[in-house]
């Protein structure tokens, strides 16, 4: 199974402030690998597939990047509402849909 | 506008059984693959099982469960169901029912989710 792996576990930033949360492939995944928010009491919420495809409505402030086992989501000029947690998930194959520990991102 | 809705979440004793239904709407159901994936407390998301479009030909299931859970769909009633039996403490988490994009070799990525259903195991 593709295991995957984020880095950090928790930060927190300011408003206004930019912030870059890295997820690892166990395996290449080509570029497929899709990141989600979540806030408390909440559903997910797609933001990017595909590793750099911003789901429509998704503010440009959120952008992705990387191919093969290293990604990255970036959030430029934080916004109070971005504070959550945020997963990454490999759509390469299935079983299993594999989804990362999750990042929390907090207010400095 | 997409919805997507939980039905069915409730408190089960261990070893009992339980059905979480899904109630789609506003889009056309058969042409999407459908998932469930569950959040246990204070824990990350996991992802529980898969049922392909149409027919419903492709299915595949988390190896944790261990053959405890069906998925099964209803394109007529536009549902989507997650059969839940031999429950164990383990299982105890919010379970939401998400629409699928394939991407690649089966895999998928979750565009829309529902609310949340609350499924607790406990005696």
């Known amino acids: 199974d593709i295991q995957m792996t984020q880095s950090p576990s928790s930060l927190s930033a300011f408003v206004g402030g930019r912030v870059t949360i890295t997820c690892r492939a166990s395996q290449s995944i080509s570029r497929y690998l899709n990141w989600y928010q979540q806030k408390p009491g909440k559903a997910p919420k797609l933001l990017i597939y595909?590793?750099?495809t911003l789901q429509s409505g998704v503010p440009s402030r959120f952008s992705g990047s990387g191919s093969g086992t290293d990604f990255t989501l970036t959030i430029s000029s934080l916004q109070p509402e971005d504070f959550a947690t945020y997963y990454c998930?490999?759509?390469?194959?299935?079983?299993?849909?594999?989804f990362g520990q999750g990042t929390k991102l907090e207010i400095k | 506008e997409v919805e997507l809705v939980e039905f069915g979440g409730n408190l089960v004793k261990p070893g009992g059984s339980l059905r979480l239904s899904c109630a789609a709407s506003g889009f056309t159901f058969s042409s999407y693959s459908m998932h469930w994936v569950r959040q246990a407390p204070g824990k990350g998301l996991e992802w529980v099982s898969s049922?392909?479009?149409?027919?419903?030909?492709?299915?595949y299931y988390a190896d944790s469960l261990q053959g405890r859970f069906t998925i099964s769909r209803d394109n007529g009633k536009n549902s989507l169901y997650l059969q839940m039996d031999s429950l164990r403490a383990d299982d105890t988490a919010v379970y939401f029912c998400?629409?699928?994009?394939?991407?690649?070799?089966?895999?998928?990525?979750?565009?829309?989710w529902g609310q949340g259903a609350l499924v607790t195991v406990s005696s």
């Open positions: 595909s590793a750099s």
């Open positions: 998400a629409r699928g994009i394939l991407v690649f070799q089966g895999g998928y990525y979750f565009d829309y």
């Open positions: 998930q490999q759509s390469y194959s299935i079983p299993p849909n594999t």
């Open positions: 049922i392909s479009d149409n027919s419903g030909s492709h299915i």
